[in-house]
Structures are given as C-alpha cells and as structure tokens.
C-alpha cells in the first residue's frame, strides 16, 4: 500500500506541476507546446512511466538505498527519451533547458512526498504520546 500511495502520489504531483510548468511558460511565449489533449495525454504517460519505474526501483536493494539520485536520473532519462521518440530530434540546449525544469518538478514531488511523511511522523506520535498517558 505504501508504493501504490508513492505511486499515485509522484504521478499526481508530477504531472499537475509539468503541466503547471508549461502552462506558464506557454502564457510567456516560451514554449511551442500548445496542451492540446494529445501533448497532455503524452505527459501524463511519460509521468506515469517514470513513477512506475522509480516506485519498482525501489524494490531493488541498490536502487532502494539511493533512490533519490537513481529516481532523478530516471526521470531524466525517461523524459530525454520520450522527448526524442516524439520529436525525432536531439538538441543539447533544449537538453539542459528540459533538465532545469524537470529538477525543479523533481524537488516539488520530493517535497509533496516530505510533506505527506512528516503528516504521518506527527500522526504516529501523537497517537504514542495518547498511549504513554494511559
């Protein structure tokens, strides 16, 4: 239960702050992306792909004692992949541009998920400080 609650948790999270992302940029004339349903059904796939993929690493022993880095860089293999797959093309600049913005949707998932740990650390304490009264 805990991976499916990551699970959903990654993919929601990343997927409501990619499409956030590139509204703004969009409403800036920095992107060409125009979020017809086709470009936000890819995305939501590609967030799917790379929750599901970081949530089954973590069953790996290597991978589960540095998921954090190993998650990162699924993410940006993942992205960097679909990207060309879609595209057919490869630049270097939108490269390193893709990866800024991934990071910054890569530390607001990992700080939904801090927030929803630190509500559960508070719960289970509470509930010991309620059992210690006793």
Request: charged share 15%; aromatic share 16%; hydrophobic share 50%.
């Amino acid at each position: 239960m805990k991976h499916f609650k990551y699970f959903l948790t990654i993919t929601c999270t990343s997927f409501t702050l990619v499409i956030l992302i590139n509204t703004i940029l969009i409403q800036f004339c920095l992107s060409n992306l125009t979020l017809q349903s086709n470009e936000v059904l890819e995305i939501f796939i590609i967030c799917l792909l790379i929750a599901g993929i970081s949530v089954g690493m973590d069953f790996i022993p290597y991978f589960s004692d540095h998921l954090m880095i190993s998650s990162y860089f699924i993410m940006i293999g993942v992205a960097s992949g679909a990207e060309y797959i879609l595209n057919q093309s490869f630049y270097w600049s939108d490269f390193f541009v893709e990866v800024c913005f991934l990071t910054l949707v890569y530390l607001g998932v990992w700080f939904c998920l801090y927030l929803e740990d630190d509500k559960k650390i508070q719960s289970i304490n509470e509930e010991i400080e309620k059992r210690n009264q006793k």
